[in-house]
């Protein structure tokens, strides 16, 4: 069995050693290429060039970034695109997560280890098992994603996220409740809702002033916390989608408490709720803010969301 591992050097838990003791622990159970990524994009271009080298498993150590940026690249490869019936999963390399990053969303909703060393038994484990799930992503204009989605609102205070760790701070349950409380109060949006959502055959939904998009359950960890507002999103499924309509001061202060509470699951006049969608387009009449897995990518005033089922196979 061919293996390629995808390092991010600047995954934040873990150390040369680390790395080192995963490299050995599998090449004891396949033949392993490594390479580490040097830019942004860099692991889509080696997990692809791993797929239409007909490797069998590309393995991912890093965060919630460098998955996605992973499984794009096996999703933009030749095998993914080839005219052949039957879906991408079956045709593409196995994925495997071993985390690395401060939160990874992905790996966690998977129930695999948070622990790099725990991860990394059960990866060896269902390789040499054969285990592994077939799971549905999600894709956004030309973009893959395997948890989540934002415009508006969540995706700002992603980037004002981003930006504060640029500025040398940790990525912390406590910066991420700073930035949203700081973007609330600073945003143009709570008066005039810029976002709406279309679905073919529906009425049009309007004044919407931030929609996030799941494909899977939780979107999110403070820290051991998940959080979790549509809790009926699945990797089995289609996208489930969450809106907010009017940024009140009060209805927004109970959306939020339902949302960071165990049960999850807000509701209330100003919340819009979709679940299991095969495809939905959010447009807004300004430009927006934009996240995928966590990952901020600029402003757009149109994006296309689409569920793609058996998107691939991941090592679990």
């Known amino acids: 069995m061919r293996a390629l591992l995808v390092v991010n050097p600047k995954a934040t838990t873990t150390s040369e050693r680390s790395r080192d003791v995963l490299v050995r622990a599998l090449r004891s159970e396949v033949d392993l290429q490594v390479e580490y990524t040097l830019r942004r994009g860099h692991a889509t271009a080696l997990a692809r060039e791993a797929a239409e080298r007909g490797v069998d498993v590309v393995v991912t150590l890093g965060g919630d970034g ?15 695109l080839a005219g052949v019936a039957g879906p991408p999963a079956y045709r593409l390399p196995a994925l495997a997560v071993v985390p690395g990053g401060s939160t990874n969303v ?28 077939v799971i549905g992503l999600g894709r956004a204009d030309d973009r893959y994603f395997t948890f989540c989605a934002g415009v508006g609102v969540d995706a700002a205070v992603v980037r ?41 055959g529906e009425e049009t939904q309007t004044e919407l002033s931030m929609v996030v998009v799941q494909n899977t359950a939780p979107w999110t960890y403070l820290g051991d916390r998940p959080i979790n507002p549509l809790p009926d999103a699945s990797f089995d499924r289609g996208l489930d989608m969450l809106a907010i309509r009017q940024l009140y001061v009060p209805s927004t202060a109970r959306t939020v408490t339902q949302i960071a509470s165990r049960k999850g699951d807000p509701h209330g006049k100003q919340v819009l709720k979709l679940h ?13 803010p934009f996240q995928l897995d966590g990952d901020y990518l600029g402003e757009r005033q149109k994006v296309h969301f689409v569920s793609v089922p058996e998107a691939l196979r991941v090592i679990c």
């Open 66 to 80: 460098t998955v996605n940026e992973a499984a794009n690249g096996l999703m933009t490869s030749a095998p993914a």
């Open 160 to 200: 004002r996220v981003e930006q504060a760790r640029r500025r040398g701070h940790t990525s912390t349950p406590a910066l991420y409740i700073r930035s949203m409380i700081g973007q609330f109060f600073s945003g143009e949006d709570r008066k005039t809702p810029p976002l709406a959502v279309e679905r073919p």
């Open 276 to 288: 299991d969608q095969a495809e939905f387009t959010v447009l807004a009449s300004r430009p927006q």
């Open 106 to 133: 992905f790996a966690r909703a998977l129930g695999l280890p948070r622990d790099w060393a725990d991860g990394t038994s059960v990866i060896l484990d269902g390789l040499r098992d054969g285990r592994h799930r």
